[in-house]
């Protein structure tokens, strides 16, 4: 990774100094150490498209970004790992793995100590071009369909492959301007590679399992996350407001508030509305034909406008062309 470390955009030791850099390089956000030695440092090259960076904070880091518009984000774990919790799924990316990072309403992401993290943004023009390239265009609507797309262990020896064959030839390339049309088509398969990796991959609606397998900390906070999946799941075509929610977990709606964005990464009622439109996807793809806009007011979505709105906000598409998708094949 040698090319990348020539060229550092900052170091740091400072908290806030350490927010600010990185929020006016990479997005804005709210950043929660954890209390231990500050040793910030961020790397960054850009080539034509993409840009990469290397960045480590040497504390232990939750960090909460604002949702990403029109790109996503590659994770991969150079040292210690990391836990991304995004659209109310946590996933963790242990060293020397990768995740591709595409989140509609809420990201997370929980740094360990030491961690270092290569990170490649990656526009949303970029996959898109790449996916009409590839004759495949219903790759580009899957990866966004996904929170988070963890690559299998040897997508991700692939991958850290093509990153120092990326960095090498951008390098190489400030002193070859010859080399650019090469590093164009390194940037575009490197879009392809991440776009077939989620072919047949299908995104699973958010179930109770996966946080009750999950590690939350706290035994009580975990016994009342299962509560609220338990009375979220068995209401999802139920009236339910923020008070109902919070009686069955006994906590008061601030605590419940408190609660969801510790461990869901959302709001209680955005995340409630997530599961809802996650169940109508789920009805429209097994059943396609369903009548949508039955289904969506089953579901407690009466304005048909904004259903549509947040459906297609996070699967990417509209149910239309879910159902579309389902008769065909």
């Known amino acids: 990774m040698t090319p990348l470390y020539n060229h550092c955009v900052f170091r740091s030791q400072e908290r806030s100094e350490t927010h600010s850099l990185i929020a006016r390089e990479l997005i804005d956000h709210r950043l929660r150490w954890q209390g231990g030695e500050v040793d910030t440092r961020l790397y960054k ?5 993409l840009s990469l960076y290397s960045l480590r904070y040497g504390d232990a880091v939750s960090i909460f970004p604002e949702v990403y518009s029109d790109f996503s984000l590659v994770h991969f774990s150079l040292r210690g790992g990391i836990e991304i919790l995004a659209d109310g799924r946590r996933q963790e990316v242990r060293q020397g793995r990768a995740i591709v990072s595409s989140p509609r309403s809420s990201i997370r992401l929980n740094y360990s100590n030491a961690c270092e993290q290569l990170i490649l943004r990656v526009p949303h023009d970029v996959l898109s071009d790449a996916a009409r390239q590839l004759g495949r265009t219903h790759l580009y609507g899957s990866i966004k369909q996904m929170p988070g797309l963890v690559l299998t262990e040897a997508a991700c020896q692939q991958w850290e492959v093509y990153m120092q064959m990326f960095m090498a030839l951008e390098d190489y390339s400030q002193h070859d301007s010859s080399c650019a049309p090469w590093l164009e ?9 991440l776009l077939l990796q989620s072919h047949d991959m299908v995104p699973q609606p958010v179930s109770m399992v996966e946080y009750s397998c999950g590690s939350v900390d706290n035994s009580q906070a975990k016994r009342r996350l299962d509560r609220l999946f338990e009375y979220a799941l068995t209401h999802l075509t139920c009236p ?13 709606e601030r605590q419940l508030n408190t609660l969801c964005h510790e461990h869901l990464g959302s709001s209680p009622m955005l995340w409630l509305r997530n599961l809802r439109l996650d169940a109508v996807r789920d009805i429209l793809r097994k059943n396609p034909q369903s009548d949508i806009t039955s289904v969506a007011i089953l579901h407690g979505f009466s304005h048909l406008g904004r259903f549509a709105s947040y459906y297609r906000m996070r699967f990417g598409e509209l149910p239309s062309k879910t159902v579309k998708s389902a008769r065909t094949g």
């Open 45 to 49: 090259f850009n080539a034509q498209r």
């Open 185 to 193: 088509n390194i940037e575009k398969g490197m879009a392809m590679f």
């Open 240 to 252: 339910v407001t923020l008070a109902d929610l919070a009686k069955a977990v006994a906590m008061s």
